[in-house]
C-alpha cells in the first residue's frame, strides 16, 4: 500500500456556492479521515469566511453552464436565489450544512482557516470582518509554511 | 465472508473489518474493536454515542452523520472527535457494529 495522505491544505478562490463548497467538502472529508486539513481564502472565495457574506452566498445561474438551462434565463431577477434555495434544501436532506455551519463543523473538526493577505488589502478587510473560526490573515509564503509536508489542492 | 476474533466472539466481516451481521454484535464485540481502533476504554461517553448510532439506524436505517450527532443533542463534534480520534464516523459505525458509512460529509 502506498503511503496515506496525512496532511492536506487546501485553497478556495472562487466565489458562489459552485465554488465554496468543494473546498469546504474536502477539507471536511479530510478531517474525517485523520487527515490534518488547512484552509486557504482567497479572492472571491473570502466570502465563505467573512461574516457579512457568509450566509448570503449563492449559486452563480450565469456564465455556469452546468446549470443545463440557457443563460438568459440565470439573469431573471430572483432566479439565482431560487436555484439556490433549491440546492440549499437538497444538500440539507444529504447532511451537507450551510456554509455558516458547515465552517463551524470543519473548525469543530479541527480544521484550520486563514485569509489571504494580499485579498484582505485589496479588499480592505480587517481580522474583525471575519468570522470566529478564522486563525490569521496570512501571506502565500507563510501558506506554503503551513502546506509544507502535505499536499496541496486548488480549487 | 472473512471471520474474525474480536475478544471473546468469531464474527463476520466485511473486508475492513466492519461486522457483517449486527446480530453478532455485543459490547465485548465492541470494546475489541475499540482497542484494535486505538480507544483502550469505552467510557460512558462512548456508549451514548454508540447506543444512539444503533437506534437511529433501527429507525432510519442509515447510520447518523457527524452532523445529525451533533444537531441532536447526543454529543458536539468537537468531543465526537476527541473520543473518535483520527476518523470519528468511521469508528464509531464500526464500534456499533455498522456498515462502513458511505456519506461524503
Known amino acids: 500500500m502506498t503511503d496515506k495522505i496525512k496532511k492536506v491544505s487546501i485553497i478556495i478562490s472562487k466565489g458562489g456556492l459552485e465554488g465554496v463548497y468543494p473546498g469546504l ?13 488547512n484552509l486557504f481564502f482567497t479572492f472571491f472565495g473570502m466570502d465563505a469566511i467573512t461574516k457579512k457574506r457568509m ?9 455556469n453552464p452546468g446549470m443545463h438551462m440557457p443563460s438568459i434565463l440565470g439573469i431573471l431577477p ?6 439556490t434555495s433549491m440546492m440549499k434544501k437538497t444538500m440539507d436532506k444529504i447532511d451537507i450544512p450551510p456554509v455558516p455551519e458547515f465552517v463551524e463543523m470543519i473548525a469543530d ?14 479588499f480592505k478587510l480587517k481580522k474583525e470582518d471575519f468570522c470566529e473560526q478564522v486563525d490569521s490573515i496570512i501571506n502565500v509564503g507563510k501558506f506554503y509554511e503551513i502546506a509544507a509536508g502535505g499536499e496541496i489542492i486548488f480549487t | 465472508m472473512a471471520q474474525k476474533q474480536y475478544g471473546p466472539a468469531t464474527v463476520e466481516v466485511d473486508a475492513e473489518g466492519y461486522l457483517a ?17 486505538g480507544i483502550a476504554e469505552l467510557t460512558p461517553a462512548h456508549w451514548k454515542v454508540v447506543e444512539y448510532i444503533q437506534k437511529d439506524f433501527k ?9 445529525k450527532l451533533n444537531k441532536s443533542g447526543v ?8 473520543l473518535f480520534p483520527g476518523g470519528p464516523a468511521k469508528k464509531a459505525a464500526k464500534i456499533s457494529g455498522m456498515k462502513k458509512p458511505e456519506g461524503c460529509v
Request: with cysteine.
Open chain 1, 25 to 37: 467538502i474536502m477539507a471536511n472529508g479530510a478531517r474525517m479521515e485523520g487527515i490534518e486539513a
Open chain 1, 55 to 63: 450566509g448570503k452566498i449563492k449559486v452563480a445561474t450565469v456564465g
Open chain 1, 78 to 83: 430572483g432566479f439565482s436565489a431560487m436555484a
Open chain 1, 109 to 122: 473538526a479541527g480544521g484550520k482557516f486563514y485569509a489571504c493577505k494580499a485579498t484582505v488589502d485589496m
Open chain 2, 21 to 37: 451481521d449486527f446480530s453478532q454484535w455485543t459490547r465485548e464485540v465492541a470494546a475489541a474493536i475499540a482497542r484494535e481502533e
Open chain 2, 59 to 67: 429507525e432510519n436505517g442509515q447510520v447518523p452523520s457527524i452532523r
Open chain 2, 75 to 82: 454529543i458536539s463534534t468537537k468531543e465526537l472527535y476527541e
